[in-house]
């Protein structure tokens, strides 16, 4: 029983002390240089934009979900 | 004992562990001597004398919409400050030396320009978000921590905790 507990403990902080490590998860702040590029917003080009809403609204029916006019009715 | 106990034992331990872990983080906080700027391996830009001076640290970025917007406060604070005694070194994370040059030409901040080439001053001080500047007293020691920059209510602030560490005078 107490190898159980040991091996239960040993397994639970490795699993806890990995989650607590911020280098796992997070890009660091001074290392977003690519994350703050232009090129990664989504509206970086309009016509881009356009294209992409046109065939949302000839596949799914709908229209007026990126707050164009519009109800999402397809009446417009 | 019982294995309740023991669960409970094991569970504590986990937890405190977890506390240890997530507490090894190097963050410079409030009260804390901040590393030397001499040592790290800063170009870019001559470093000014800053022994016995009251010392402003920005980390800053070419790329971070908030750094550019604190450069006329911190060019503003550096005219005002600069003769009572108050040091500004703006240090750049950027990766491309060309982005921080093409900055700095930008700009021509009247402060001291460095740049964190490989990123290890930046590093050390484990900056929680961009631009973070620590405010040190004459001592080295680490005062105030502006974490992000809000325009003129950063800038106020600033300006009165200058106003309190200059008072202070001049450590035995």
Redesign the interface.
Same mark, same amino acid.
């Given at each position: 029983m107490k190898l159980f507990f040991g091996f239960l403990g040993l397994l639970a902080v490795g699993l806890s002390g990995g989650c607590a490590s911020q280098d796992l998860v997070r890009v660091k702040p001074w290392q977003r240089a690519t994350l703050a590029d232009y090129t990664m917003r989504p509206d970086r080009d309009p016509l881009d934009g356009t294209l992409s809403e046109h065939v949302y609204f000839a596949r799914e029916a709908a229209s007026g979900g990126k707050g164009v006019g519009g109800s999402g009715c397809g009446c417009n | 004992m019982s294995?309740r106990t023991?669960?409970l034992r094991?569970?504590g331990? $986990?937890?405190a $562990?977890?506390?240890l $872990?997530?507490g090894l983080?190097a963050e410079v906080k409030r009260g804390d001597h901040f590393p030397s700027l001499a040592a790290a391996d800063l170009n870019g830009g001559t470093l000014p004398d800053t022994a016995g001076k009251v010392v402003l640290v920005d980390?800053w970025?070419s790329?971070?919409a908030p750094c550019k917007a604190s450069f006329p406060a911190y060019a503003r604070i550096q005219t005002d400050y600069a003769a009572k005694g108050v040091v500004i070194v703006a240090v750049s994370?950027?990766?491309k030396a060309a982005?921080f040059a093409a900055f700095v030409r930008k700009w021509s901040p009247p402060f001291a320009t460095v740049r964190d080439q490989s990123?290890k001053l930046?590093?050390l001080v484990d900056?929680?978000?961009?631009p973070?500047s620590y405010l040190l007293d004459r001592g080295g020691k680490v005062r105030f921590l502006h974490v992000g920059y809000y325009g003129a209510e950063t800038e106020k602030t600033i300006r009165a905790e200058l106003d309190g560490l200059l008072a202070e005078g001049h450590s035995p």
């Open positions: - | 294995s023991n669960l094991v569970l331990f $986990a937890l $562990a977890a506390a $872990a997530g983080r980390f970025a790329w971070c994370v950027d990766e982005d990123q930046v590093s900056v929680p978000t961009m973070t």
